[in-house]
């Protein structure tokens, strides 16, 4: 079946503009994670969403960075007054995380790249 | 707070010869272990993980990975590489307890397998 997607595959914008990444999870997982990955720090995770649930923001770096989740499926990683520390790729991954199964497999889309300029 | 340490930034090795990538992680609560794969301009894919049991863990592609609670570790092996191995490999421990499933992965190590 079809993967975890994500859109664009690359960004490029300038220094203090907003840009928005989207994903697209496996369809009937609700678990969705947010995560980054760039030179200096590495794999970072960013935000978690499991269904109606408040998600969990503890990894959002500033708060010029925000995501939403709408219907329980696709979900926007929206960063305000880009800067080019944000310069990295943003993963997206879903699972299954059906309630009481420890341990879940995430499933990882291929990325956005976004170059901040 | 959990941490994981990724031994070798880059690992080379020949064809057909055996690999060990390390890893060692810190946690003060019970974790689960994982490895992934990136090839190049691709997302990750899990290679293996331990959640309970037999602390010998097999994977995809001929890797298995040994659980050693006493010394922290989680070391990924492959008695024979391929040139298709090569790509970069990623240790991540999540949280047994916790309700995210988060995964904190270390700086990831580089398998150059050469011909």
């Known amino acids: 079946g079809a993967g975890v997607s994500q859109s664009p595959s690359n960004k490029v914008t300038e220094k203090g503009k907003d840009v928005e990444l989207r994903c697209d999870p496996i369809s009937g997982h609700t678990a969705l994670y947010w995560y980054r990955q760039s030179l200096g720090q590495g794999l970072e995770f960013l935000i978690y969403?499991?269904?109606?649930?408040?998600?969990?923001k503890s990894g959002l770096p500033s708060d010029r960075f925000s995501a939403e989740r709408t219907g329980g499926s696709v979900s926007t990683l929206t960063i305000q007054r880009t800067q080019q520390e944000d310069s990295a790729v943003y993963l997206c991954?879903?699972?299954?995380?059906?309630?009481?199964?420890?341990?879940?497999?995430?499933?990882f889309g291929p990325g956005t790249r976004l170059l901040v300029l | 707070a959990q941490s994981v340490t990724q031994l070798d930034s880059q690992v080379p090795v020949f064809e057909e010869a055996p690999v060990e990538l390390r890893c060692n992680y810190s946690s003060s609560v019970s974790v689960y272990l994982f490895w992934y794969v990136q090839y190049p301009n691709q997302g990750l894919q899990l290679l293996l993980k331990y959640l309970s049991g037999s602390t010998l863990v097999k994977g995809i592609n001929g890797f298995e990975a040994e659980f050693n609670k006493s010394q922290t570790s989680f070391h990924l092996r492959k008695p024979s590489v391929h040139i298709s191995d090569t790509a970069e490999y990623f240790c991540a421990v999540s949280v047994r307890s916790g309700n995210t499933g988060k995964l904190i992965f270390g700086q990831g190590t580089t398998l150059q397998v050469k011909p």
């Open positions: 969403f499991q269904g109606n649930s408040a998600p969990d």
């Open positions: 991954a879903s699972s299954l995380k059906a309630s009481g199964r420890p341990g879940e497999t995430q499933y």
